[in-house]
C-alpha cells in the first residue's frame, strides 16, 4: 500500500503561484511515475504533468511553460509549482502514484480568481 498525502492548494488571484506538493509513504517502489491530475466542476480528470522516478517530464499543452514538476526521490516527494495561474487552472489537483498499480492522493482545490 502507498499512502499519498497532498498540501498546497489554495485560493489565488490571476497572475499568481502556487506551489503543491505530496508526500509518499508505504511500499514505495524505487521505480515509479508520479504526477498531478487535475478535475474541474463538470469536466473529466486530466493530466497536468508528470515525473518518472529517473526525472522525465511530461506536461500537458495547457501547462506547458508555466508548471513545473520535480521530485525529491530521497523525500518521496513530488512538487508541482504553478505561475501564471488562470481561472481556468481552478480544479481539485490530485496526486499519482503509479507502478504496477495505481494510487491516488484525495485532492487539493486550487481556486484561480479573475
Known amino acids: 500500500q502507498v499512502q499519498l498525502v497532498e498540501s498546497g492548494g489554495g485560493l489565488v488571484q490571476a497572475g499568481g503561484s502556487l506551489r503543491l506538493s505530496c508526500a509518499a509513504s508505504g511500499s514505495i517502489s524505487s521505480s515509479n511515475v508520479m504526477g498531478w491530475y487535475r478535475q474541474a466542476p463538470g469536466k473529466k480528470r486530466e493530466l497536468a504533468a508528470t515525473?518518472?522516478?529517473?526525472?522525465?517530464?511530461n506536461y500537458a499543452d495547457s501547462v506547458k511553460g508555466r508548471f513545473t514538476i520535480s521530485r525529491d526521490n530521497a523525500k518521496n516527494t513530488v512538487y508541482l509549482q504553478m505561475n501564471s495561474l488562470k481561472p481556468e487552472d481552478t480544479a481539485v489537483y490530485y496526486c499519482r502514484y503509479s507502478t504496477y498499480v495505481l494510487y491516488w492522493g484525495q485532492g487539493t482545490q486550487v481556486t484561480v480568481s479573475s
Open positions: 515525473i518518472t522516478s529517473g526525472g522525465t517530464t
